[in-house]
């Protein structure tokens, strides 16, 4: 049984920074892309970054274009563990965010962490 449990996020002022984390539980494989995905309110989620390890070569990192530059992922494999360091937090960051895991049978979510950039 996969499980995500997430921790981080609250209320920032803009250009603050914060730092969400995630640990699964279960059996993962560091090739399973683990990330971050946000929803707004009366917005679509969308991803924010992923990483997964690749059998030969570096990790694969996936950022969306308005993280890039801002936010970094970073993935520990021997706790299952990913982070995600936000900086330049502006008021548009605020969302839910959740963490996401993908097997080859499905995707798992994390229940979502609140963060709210305050203007």
């Known amino acids: 049984q996969v499980q995500l449990v997430e921790s981080g996020g609250g209320l920032v002022q803009s250009g603050g920074s914060l730092r969400l984390s995630c640990r699964a539980s279960g059996i993962i494989s560091r090739l399973n892309p683990m990330g971050w995905y946000r929803q707004a309110p009366g917005k679509q989620r969308e991803l924010v970054a992923d990483v997964a390890a690749r059998i030969n070569g570096s990790p694969t990192t996936t950022y969306a274009n308005f993280a890039k530059g801002r936010f970094t992922i970073s993935r520990d494999d021997a706790t299952n563990t990913v982070a995600l360091q936000m900086d330049s937090l502006k008021p548009e960051d605020t969302a839910v965010y959740y963490c996401?895991?993908?097997?080859?049978?499905?995707?798992?979510w994390g229940q979502g962490t609140q963060v709210t950039v305050s203007s």
């Open positions: 996401n895991l993908k097997l080859p049978s499905r995707q798992h």
